[in-house]
């Protein structure tokens, strides 16, 4: 597992891997963001104020004919910044996946490609 790690901090230096399992039909990868503070939606300021936590699941690429599943740990910050009426939000990954997607950019852009020559 030692070196698992190690690859996966060296291609994604903000994520943390909890922990993984592996099937004979998939891997599954438990993942934390490791910033320390995310932006508000609303207003665009850095807030670090956790209100909680839940569990998010992203399919991404198969490797190796295995499915593999990014369970994202991904956390909920109070704003005390924002004037208007909703004052929690969600960390945001837009660099990987949009908000409410089910798989990341790459993939999509990969299923496209396959759909749609």
Not at 53 to 73: A, D, P
Not at 85 to 104: C, G, L, M, N, V
Request: net charge positive.
């Amino acid at each position: 597992m030692g070196g698992f790690i190690l690859e996966l901090q060296t291609f994604y230096k903000d994520w943390k891997l909890l922990f993984y399992s592996v099937n004979y039909s998939c891997v599954k990868l438990y993942i934390q963001s490791q910033q320390k503070s995310n932006l508000c939606s609303s207003c665009d300021m850095p807030s670090s104020l956790v209100h909680s936590r839940y569990w998010r699941v992203i399919q991404n690429i198969t490797i190796l004919s295995l499915q593999v599943f990014l369970h994202v740990r991904v956390r909920k910050f109070f704003c005390d910044h924002s004037a208007r009426s909703q004052r929690i939000f969600t960390e945001r990954f837009s660099d990987w996946w949009s908000p409410y997607a089910r798989r990341p950019h790459r993939l999509t852009t990969f299923l496209q490609h396959l759909a749609f020559p």
